[in-house]
């Protein structure tokens, strides 16, 4: 009997100096440094620079990334003429999708041939960086759009974070809410070999290009037991509506035999590495729009759920409400995800390209006997050369 590793879940399948997961220890390294020593320390684009490069910039560094993101984090008219033909009612990951796309279509235009898409490194860096200048406008475009408003044009005065705000909202907001917001973005950047990720790396492992990658991860990310949980997470507290409604709520969800978005995880199962930082940005973010409503329904679910089940809250649970309080609508929150981790995302595309080997696993035939086609006649020539497997297969 086959030892199938449905969902390929505990089976390793490469090398990575991108990241390290430790469940045993609920730890999350990106190259080494522990994710909340960045989240506490670093501005989002420093964090970008170490995933892509392996170490931290110096300042000249960091100013040259910055100086590359601020020249490239204009929506272009193009892109946002694409986005307006998208259904106002389809999904914004659809929207980002379909802009990354066209993005990589234009940038790729002329590479004459697929054996050129894959790129040289220096390209591919290149891109990635484009790729991150510019999602924050058409994430930012997206909420507006649907809110019946005009995009916001770029700052250069102000940072990735306080610019992708002030895109979104038209205005800066506060310090603390800039800072909560920058630390969900470290947060989210990178997790190793998750289905995104994964499929960013199988795509690049065909030597297909990078924007290819992207597109195909973005389609990964969109799933409710990916990235759509922090949107589903808002849904569920809309339903249960207050602290007091837990108990009711929960019992109705576990008979029904429902999943509760925002809790468990395929490889932390004692807790994310990730929520402690995250809930701290939440809790500032409740006292700052005085909403402790928000932090007593919050509470009030995790501990009753933990106390049934056993199973602890995941990154999307704390940064549901978190993007809630600064503003964004629901449907934003998986696209944020996106901007955050395309940097993930294009570290280990880099990665991939840099000791491919194409990613064909096997699987493990249940289907029906073999049969055959009434009153077919098998050419002769072709079954013998069938029946010689190591000089026919192809
Ligand atoms: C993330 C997730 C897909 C991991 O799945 P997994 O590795 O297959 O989960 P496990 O094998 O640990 O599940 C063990 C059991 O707990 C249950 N379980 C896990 N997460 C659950 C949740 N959020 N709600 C209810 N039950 C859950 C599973 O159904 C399974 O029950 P079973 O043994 O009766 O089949 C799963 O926890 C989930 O769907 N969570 C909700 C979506 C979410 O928040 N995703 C974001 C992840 S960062």
């Given amino acids: 009997m086959t030892d199938i590793k449905k969902g390929l879940a505990g089976v390793v399948v490469d090398y990575t100096a991108v990241s390290k997961v430790n469940p045993e220890t609920n730890s999350l390294l990106y190259r080494g440094y522990p994710v909340q020593e960045l989240a506490a320390t670093q501005p989002f684009e420093a964090v970008a620079y170490l995933l892509w490069n392996g170490e931290l910039p110096t300042d000249v560094e960091l100013a040259q990334l910055r100086?590359?993101?601020?020249?490239?984090?204009?929506?272009?008219?193009?892109?946002?003429?694409?986005?307006?033909?998208?259904?106002?009612?389809?999904?914004?990951?659809?929207?980002?999708r379909t802009a990354v796309s066209l993005i990589g279509a234009q940038d790729l235009a002329g590479s004459g041939s697929v054996?050129?898409?894959?790129?040289?490194?220096?390209?591919?860096?290149?891109?990635?960086?484009?790729?991150?200048?510019?999602?924050?406008?058409?994430?930012?475009?997206?909420?507006?759009?649907?809110?019946?408003?005009?995009?916001?044009?770029?700052?250069?005065?102000?940072?990735?974070?306080?610019?992708?705000?002030?895109?979104?909202?038209?205005?800066?907001?506060?310090?603390?809410?800039?800072?909560?917001?920058n630390r969900s973005m470290i947060l989210y950047a990178e997790h190793s070999f998750n289905a995104s990720t994964f499929t960013a790396r199988v795509i690049t492992s065909t030597l297909s290009d990078l924007y290819s990658a992207v597109v195909g991860a973005i389609g990964a990310l969109k799933g409710p037991l990916h990235g759509g949980a922090n949107e589903a997470v808002l849904h569920i507290f809309?339903?249960?509506?207050?602290?007091?409604?837990?108990?009711?709520?929960?019992?109705?969800?576990?008979a029904e035999k429902r999943k509760i978005m925002?809790?468990?995880?395929?490889?932390?199962?004692?807790?994310?590495?990730?929520?402690?930082?995250?809930?701290?940005?939440?809790?500032?973010?409740?006292?700052?729009?005085?909403?402790?409503?928000?932090?007593?329904?919050?509470?009030?679910?995790?501990?009753?759920?933990?106390?049934?089940?056993?199973?602890?809250?995941?990154?999307?649970?704390?940064?549901?409400?978190?993007?809630?309080?600064?503003?964004?609508?629901?449907?934003?929150?998986?696209?944020?995800?996106?901007?955050?981790?395309?940097?993930?995302?294009?570290?280990?595309?880099?990665?991939?390209?840099?000791?491919?080997?194409?990613?064909?696993?096997?699987?493990?035939?249940?289907?029906?006997?073999?049969?055959?086609?009434?009153?077919?006649?098998a050419d002769e020539a072709v079954l013998a050369a069938s029946e010689r497997p190591e000089e026919a297969a192809g």
């Avoid at 490194?121 to 991150?132: C, G, I, M, Q, Y």
């Avoid at 809110?147 to 974070?161: H, I, Q």
């Avoid at 007091?244 to 709520?249: E, K, P, R, T």
């Fill in 67 to 96: 100086a590359v993101e601020r020249q490239n984090r204009a929506l272009p008219a193009d892109v946002r003429a694409v986005i307006d033909r998208v259904p106002l009612d389809a999904h914004p990951m659809d929207e980002l």
């Fill in 238 to 254: 809309d339903e249960i509506g207050d602290a007091a409604a837990v108990n009711g709520w929960l019992d109705t969800a576990l």
């Fill in 115 to 181: 054996l050129d898409a894959s790129g040289n490194p220096e390209e591919n860096l290149a891109r990635s960086v484009r790729l991150f200048a510019v999602l924050p406008a058409i994430v930012a475009y997206g909420q507006r759009r649907r809110r019946g408003l005009e995009p916001v044009a770029p700052r250069d005065d102000l940072d990735y974070s306080a610019n992708f705000l002030w895109m979104t909202f038209g205005e800066v907001p506060d310090d603390v809410v800039v800072d909560a917001f």
């Fill in 262 to 377: 925002g809790f468990g995880h395929r490889v932390y199962k004692r807790g994310d590495s990730r929520v402690p930082t995250m809930k701290a940005a939440l809790d500032t973010l409740v006292n700052h729009y005085d909403r402790p409503d928000v932090a007593a329904l919050y509470d009030a679910l995790e501990s009753e759920f933990v106390a049934r089940k056993g199973i602890y809250p995941n990154l999307d649970y704390p940064s549901g409400p978190a993007y809630n309080l600064i503003g964004f609508d629901t449907l934003t929150f998986t696209p944020l995800f996106v901007a955050a981790r395309v940097t993930g995302w294009t570290s280990h595309i880099l990665e991939q390209l840099a000791a491919n080997a194409l990613i064909r696993p096997l699987s493990e035939y249940n289907g029906a006997d073999e049969r055959h086609i009434d009153g077919y006649v």
